[in-house]
């Protein structure tokens, strides 16, 4: 079991950063690891993942803008977010799994994916 607690979010007026962290209770560096976010009204969407090797994923109207990494001593994930925009309002989650774990000589895949509980980014134009 995962636990993910996000924080960082806020109000910030457009052009401006906000830097989101995600902390679990327990290591997720070998799982799947993102953030998506739902806006009112709108269909949660993904906006970032960090695969298992390492491999980075944004989505287009965030490239070059927000940057996803992690600290793996910490078990927290980050969400950079720079030249913020209205449109970024939203709900954010951060989210881990499917998780590849280990049991003593066995390796399986734990097929969940956990969420946080959300954090509102707000972005005044």
């Known amino acids: 079991q995962v636990q993910l607690v996000e924080s960082g979010g806020g109000s910030v007026q457009a052009g401006g950063s906000l830097k989101l962290s995600c902390a679990a209770s327990?290591?997720?560096?070998?799982?799947?690891r993102g953030w998506y976010r739902q806006a009112p009204g709108k269909e949660r969407e993904l906006v970032s993942r960090?695969?298992?090797?390492?491999?980075?994923i944004y989505r287009d109207s965030v490239q070059g803008r927000f940057t996803i990494s992690q600290d793996n001593a910490k078990s927290t994930l980050y969400l950079q977010m720079n030249s913020l925009k209205s449109d970024d309002t939203a709900v954010y989650y951060c989210?881990?799994?499917?998780?590849?774990?280990?049991?003593?000589?066995?390796?399986?895949?734990?097929?969940?994916?956990?969420w946080g509980q959300g954090t509102q980014v707000t972005v005044s134009s």
């Open positions: 327990g290591s997720i560096s070998n799982c799947e």
């Open positions: 989210t881990a799994g499917p998780c590849r774990r280990t049991s003593g000589a066995v390796s399986y895949t734990d097929s969940r994916t956990y």
């Open positions: 960090i695969n298992r090797d390492g491999a980075t």
